[in-house]
């Protein structure tokens, strides 16, 4: 198994290529089985769920080919095409590797009329039902039944009809799902308290580009009225703006300053403020946004929150950088029970945090030291890179497959600027 093994105390300077959203990958993959022409999809990040999301789309009979990339390119430009659909089965082996597999529900639903998908199960960071994802998909007319251990939506009529419904909770993952459910539907379909988050807009984008009719692009409430076929399409994902936050946190946490190449401000407006008032310069340019370093770190309370709210996703990063503020932090997790799995870790660092159920108190230190530490999920791991790249000496990050579940090309781009880490293999 690989390690990612770092030297810290370089202070990081330079340019970061940002890659396309892993998130919104995972929910445009699956648009594949919308329509029985070609999908091409640009800017795709070389990632393992990607890679295992192409996986589960054959096994459903979708064919995929990925193109070459150019020298110093980071994207890859992938065609998808599902002429037929072989089989309506996401089987557990998939469905358990990779809890984005329940998105194949929908799609797969309003193009053959009916899908069975293994239920997720448990996960690390809390238990994360798709109760929501059900009845989303029962409001716009599905068949719903549960039996060993899988799902099984039916459409009664071989297309759903379309109908309303109100989320009880933000879901960005039910969200998506009634989307690509409700592009074929016969009738109207409305969302109401939909989840915001730019991956959703990305699917409406290309959903429309694919000629689905959504209204409310952006907003909580979406409007899908039903179309009798979508078409194939050639689109680009859009940034990731919880790698470009990562590697923000990185300039913060090294006191240095990082040129995020391509990530989108308009995305980003909670991280940013967030940044700045912590202490950093952000400055949002025609390449990017440059976040800098400005004497020590100051202290933030944060709470996370749905788009435009702060995002869980960058919690256990910000965590790792406020460990090196100048007084006391105060983090609190609305989103997912049991997603300071990272604190144990960063504490061997030498970081003073004190977790009371879904509060943090994070008491700024004057520095940490290297350790070796591991992770359960993937934005925790980032976080001990994080701590990592400031503490004096080596660490050792293990389970690095976190890490390879949404990161591209970790190493190259931190070495690029300034770091001195390395992959190494530990047999
Ligand atoms: C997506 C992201 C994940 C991010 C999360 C919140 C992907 C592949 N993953 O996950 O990185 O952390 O959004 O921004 O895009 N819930 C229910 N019932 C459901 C579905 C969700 O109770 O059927 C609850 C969850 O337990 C959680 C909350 O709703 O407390 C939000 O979860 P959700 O937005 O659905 O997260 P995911 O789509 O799984």
Same mark, same amino acid.
């Given at each position: 198994?690989?390690? /990612?093994?770092?030297? #810290?105390?370089?202070r990081?300077?330079g340019? /970061?290529?940002?890659?396309? *959203?892993? +998130? ?27 890679d ?20 110093? =390119? ?20 998939m ?11 929908g ?6 009329g ?17 109760? %929501? ?10 068949? /719903? ?8 939506a ?8 379309g ?12 969200? =998506? ?6 592009? %074929? ?7 109401? +308290? *939909? ?38 399409a ?10 470009? #936050? ?11 300053? /990082? =040129? ?9 407006l909670?991280?940013? +403020?967030?940044?700045?008032?912590a ?29 435009p ?9 910000? @965590?790792? @950088? ?38 943090a108190?994070?008491?700024g ?11 359960t ?10 701590? #990592?790249?400031?503490?004096? #000496? ?34």
């Amino acid at each position: 198994m690989d390690s /990612i093994w770092i030297q #810290g105390g370089k202070r990081l300077e330079g340019k /970061i290529p940002i890659s396309g *959203a892993k +998130n919104a990958a995972l929910t445009l993959l699956p648009c594949a089985l919308l329509t029985a022409d070609k999908l091409t999809l640009s800017n795709l990040p070389r990632l393992a769920d990607v890679d295992s999301f192409g996986h589960l789309l054959n096994g459903l009979g979708v064919s995929t080919s990925v193109a070459g990339v150019k020298k110093g =390119e980071f994207g890859r430009r992938m065609t998808l095409q599902a002429s037929e659909i072989a089989s309506t089965v996401a089987p557990y082996d998939m469905v358990r590797k990779m809890r984005a597999s329940i998105l194949v529900l929908g799609p797969m639903l309003a193009r053959a009329g009916e899908s069975t998908v293994s239920l997720p199960g448990g996960c690390a960071i809390g238990d994360r039902p798709i109760d %929501l994802h059900l009845r989303a998909l029962e409001a716009i007319g599905a068949d /719903i039944e549960l039996a060993a251990g899988y799902v099984k939506a039916t459409a009664p009529n071989g297309r759903l009809p379309g109908g309303d419904y109100t989320f009880p909770v933000v879901s960005v993952g039910a969200t =998506e799902n009634a989307l690509m459910a409700a592009v %074929l539907a016969t009738g109207r379909s409305q969302l109401f +308290n *939909a989840a915001r988050e730019p991956e959703i807009a990305d699917l409406c984008n290309l959903l429309v580009a694919m000629g689905g009719k959504i209204d409310g692009i952006g907003s909580s409430h979406l409007i899908i009225d039903g179309v009798e076929g979508l078409h194939g399409a050639d689109y680009a994902v859009m940034p990731d703006r919880i790698e470009a #936050g990562s590697y923000a946190c990185a300039a913060g946490i090294t006191g240095g300053s /990082i =040129e995020l190449v391509g990530a989108r401000a308009e995305d980003m407006l909670a991280i940013t +403020n967030a940044l700045a008032q912590a202490g950093l310069i952000v400055e949002f340019c025609d390449a990017g946004i440059k976040v800098s370093a400005d004497g020590k770190l100051r202290p933030l309370a944060l709470s996370t929150a749905p788009f435009p709210g702060f995002p869980t996703d960058m919690q256990a990063q910000f @965590m790792a @950088m406020l460990a090196m503020a100048d007084g006391e932090s105060f983090l609190e997790e609305t989103i997912f029970e049991n997603r300071y799995m990272h604190v144990p870790e960063l504490r061997r660092m030498g970081a003073n945090i004190e977790v009371r159920g879904r509060s943090a108190l994070v008491h700024g230190v004057e520095g940490m030291t290297g350790a070796q530490v591991m992770a359960t999920d993937l934005r925790a791991s980032m976080s001990l890179v994080l701590a #990592g790249l400031c503490a004096e #000496g080596e660490t050792e990050v293990l389970r690095v497959y976190h890490l390879d579940r949404g990161y591209e090309r970790l190493e190259e781009k931190l070495s690029a600027v300034g770091a001195t880490i390395e992959r190494r293999s530990t047999g």
